[in-house]
């Protein structure tokens, strides 16, 4: 293990959907995990890589203990500081998917740093291989202040430990649908008044979003959400499509045939160029990582494949996010990794069956290198 400090504050997103739920069963079957989705998914075109089959932990069940240590060493070495877990609170006190997250904060293992991240999104059958896109399984809601102080007070056992990830001193949460939430400056003033109240410096809010390609799109985002009360903004960007790059041949058939086209893989090639953006430097805003992306296990032939992705050329990825963020104070280079796990939708560093341990060994070479 490397005993140099890192180049920058590499954090990963981390799903904790592989395990059973009620919910799972009743709206998928008896016994429904992430895996089910990812044993089934076939080849859609000449050269796509499916399936992904795991590794060194297997079609692993995150409600064993020796599982999530395994993931924290494996992490630990490849450079990455914490996994941010994905958190789901739908309003009324309702949770899913909680139980891996609990039991690592009672448990107090695995000793590896931690963080947030509500995903405050809807639930709809159509993004788990369902053709009824009006086909909700459960709604966010935000019924009101008396929801969000009850929202603060189960995770502020989590804020007050130890591990929790912090930034400027305040605990980082990551807010994945930052529109949805009415009056979010005051839904960010309350938290921030209860965690003051609680002992703490405050809240270091992130507002998550996708595909935000140039820098006048980054500055209006960046600035409206300075406005209604976060600290920075993760942006995330993962694929791209130029018109204006096609042939007029080209134009004319995917606009003959834009229906038929929704029924087929939208194919775009892993560009590490794309992931970047001009702001990346600025101390509020924090770059994203994707070592690869396909959610076809998920959404079958409707979904984004990339494809050219390799364990060399992310290792390019993560070499351009370290430049980027050089500049910053230590506490602010942050880098996320979306994702540690995301099986389904080809997004993981875990080790598999194609590339082994390939992933973590670039992330290393260059975090630590």
């Given amino acids: 293990m490397d005993n140099k400090q890192p180049k920058a504050r590499v954090l990963a997103y981390y799903l904790p959907q592989f395990h059973p739920i009620p919910e799972n069963d009743e709206w998928w079957g008896k016994g429904f995990t992430e895996w089910t989705n990812v044993g089934k998914a076939k080849p859609l075109f000449p050269g796509h890589y499916?399936?992904?089959v795991p590794a060194d932990l297997g079609y692993y069940d995150l409600r064993m203990p020796e599982t999530r240590e395994a993931q924290a060493q494996m992490a630990r070495e490849a450079g990455?500081?914490?996994f941010?877990?994905?958190?789901?609170?739908?309003?009324?006190g309702k949770r899913l998917l909680e139980r891996?997250?609990?039991?690592v904060l009672a448990s107090g293992k695995p000793d590896f740093p931690f963080a947030l991240a509500w995903a405050n999104e809807t639930w709809k059958g159509f993004d788990y291989g369902s053709n009824d896109e009006r086909n909700i399984l459960i709604e966010q809601t935000y019924p009101g202040d008396e929801d969000y102080i009850a929202h603060f007070n189960?995770?502020?056992?989590?804020?007050?430990?130890?591990?929790?990830?912090t930034c400027d001193g305040?605990?980082?949460f990551v807010i994945y649908n930052t529109d949805s939430i009415p009056d979010t400056p005051h839904f960010i003033s309350l938290w921030n008044e209860l965690a003051h109240k609680n002992g703490l410096k405050g809240i270091y809010f992130i507002a998550h979003r996708q595909e935000l390609y140039t820098r006048k799109d980054v500055e209006h985002y960046l600035l409206e959400k300075k406005e209604e009360g976060y600290d920075a903004i993760n942006v995330v960007n993962r694929y791209k499509l130029d018109v204006r790059k096609l042939t007029i041949i080209q134009r004319v058939i995917r606009k003959i045939f834009h229906k038929w086209l929704?029924?087929?893989p939208e194919i775009y090639p892993y560009d590490i160029s794309v992931m970047q953006t001009d702001l990346d430097s600025s101390e509020d805003v924090i770059p994203t990582v994707t070592p690869n992306w396909d959610h076809t296990p998920r959404s079958g032939h409707r979904g984004v494949v990339l494809t050219g992705a390799t364990p060399e050329k992310f290792g390019m990825a993560i070499r351009n996010a370290i430049i980027s963020v050089m500049q910053k104070p230590y506490d602010k280079r942050i880098i996320m990794i979306k994702s540690w796990n995301e099986w389904a939708e080809g997004n993981y560093l875990e080790p598999d069956l194609k590339y082994g341990h390939q992933y973590l060994n670039a992330l290393r070479k260059e975090i630590f290198g």
Wanted: net charge positive; hydrophobic share 40%; charged share 20%.
């Fill in 50 to 52: 499916q399936p992904h």
């Fill in 80 to 82: 990455v500081e914490g």
């Fill in 84 to 92: 941010v877990y994905w958190h789901y609170w739908f309003g009324n």
């Fill in 100 to 103: 891996p997250f609990n039991e």
């Fill in 154 to 165: 189960t995770v502020l056992p989590a804020f007050k430990d130890k591990r929790y990830i």
């Fill in 170 to 172: 305040k605990p980082i």
């Fill in 262 to 264: 929704k029924w087929w």
